[in-house]
């Protein structure tokens, strides 16, 4: 008897051990509308559009780990609220929808024109065994000069779930990283490298070039992205900079 017990264990334990990695899976799901609260009238609209991936098979700690970002990062004001994701995409719409409408009261009397526009757009561009790359961007403006917009990365690692909270944890040697990001910083915008940065048009702290924490991980690239307002003027709009890997090696 102990003998088949003893059999039948080693036979799961080797099925287990044999058994492939699930396969990183995801699918996109989106809404968008566009909505008029004066008829033919343009000038007065409220759009809203979400493209958001949802994580459907791999690693569970991984699956969990993604989606349960999304839902609190982008969607919490609904934690509390029993709703799938897909679900709470469609009432952060209503919502946006209501503030415009609430705003719209004081002015619908008036020629006043109103626009109000909300885009966010989640990808990702890059998973391996090892990593994947959650690619935010967005667009918002609800009035003013100009909208705001910018990009976001997040790195995830793939085995634990986890987010990795510095590049550190992907390069050892960031001494080397900051001077090959310098190097392509400098020859990108024509710093003069004889004169100090923050005199050139930036507002780095510590008036010295420095790399931000907004990285991800590509295929054979690491990107740093500077968003509008970070280190300069908006006019200047983003910064990205690419590093080749086989540089850090």
């Known amino acids: 008897m102990h003998n088949i017990v003893l059999a039948i264990i080693l036979l799961v334990f080797g099925a287990s051990c044999n058994q492939k990695p699930v396969a990183f899976k995801f699918t996109n799901f989106n809404i968008s509308s566009a909505k008029y609260p004066v008829a033919n009238d343009s000038t007065r609209s409220c759009v809203f559009s979400a493209d958001i991936p949802i994580i459907e098979s791999g690693n569970y700690t991984l699956v969990d780990s993604i989606n349960a970002f999304i839902s609190k990062t982008f969607f919490g004001k609904f934690a509390n609220k029993n709703l799938s994701l897909k679900e709470k995409v469609q009432a952060e719409s209503d919502s946006f929808y209501q503030i415009y409408l609430n705003d719209f009261s004081e002015f619908n009397q008036s020629d006043f024109p109103l626009t109000y526009e909300y885009d966010l757009k989640l990808t990702i561009p890059f998973h391996n065994q090892k990593y ?12 003013g000069a100009h909208g705001y917009y910018s990009t976001l990365y997040y790195v995830f690692n793939a085995e634990n779930g986890k987010l990795l909270s510095s590049v550190n944890e992907l390069v050892s040697d960031t001494l080397k990283l900051q001077e090959i990001a310098k190097q392509q910083f400098y020859k990108l915008k024509n710093i003069d490298a004889n004169k100090p940065i923050n005199d050139q048009g930036y507002w780095f702290e510590k008036k010295a070039f420095s790399l931000n924490n907004n990285f991800g991980l590509l295929k054979d690239t690491l990107i740093f992205t500077y968003n509008p307002y970070e280190i300069t003027n908006y006019a200047e709009g983003q910064t990205e900079i690419k590093i080749p890997l086989n540089l850090l090696k």
């Open 132 to 143: 994947v790359t959650l690619k935010n961007e967005n667009y918002d403006f609800m009035g």
